[in-house]
């Protein structure tokens, strides 16, 4: 069993930066791909990014690509989300999601574990 938190959301202006975190329990935090996805007001839930266990492979929806940054410290059971050059349609809940396995997983119903979610806004 994973609990997630994620942390680090709020209120920034267009053009600006936040980084969102996510912190895991469990002893084998390194065994899961982990995912950042994000759902806003009257929409489906959106893949973000994906980092694999070890945190050397990565992969990004083509919307946030040279804008978001995603890393892990397995030392620390966290990972995190550096959003650059925010723009207003970044506005979302955004959720960070686990599950086992060594491949990138983009789709939300393939991930087991679900953190509470952050509100991260972004005004124009």
């Not at 492979?57 to 919307?63: H, K, L």
């Not at 966290?78 to 970044?90: A, F, G, I, R, W």
Request: glycine share 12%; with cysteine.
């Amino acid at each position: 069993q994973v609990q997630l938190v994620e942390s680090g959301g709020g209120l920034v202006q267009t053009g600006g930066s936040l980084r969102v975190s996510c912190a895991a329990s469990g002893r084998t935090f390194s065994s899961y791909v982990m995912g950042w996805f994000r759902q806003a007001p009257g929409k489906e839930r959106e893949f973000v990014v994906v980092i694999s266990g070890s945190g050397g492979s990565t992969y990004y929806a083509d919307s946030v690509k040279g804008r978001f940054t995603i890393s892990r410290d397995n030392a620390k059971n966290t990972v995190y989300l550096q959003m650059n050059s925010l723009k207003p349609e970044d506005t979302a809940v955004y959720y960070c999601a686990a599950r086992a396995g060594v491949i990138r997983y983009t789709d939300p119903h393939e991930y087991n574990y679900w953190g509470q979610g952050t509100q991260v806004t972004v005004s124009s």
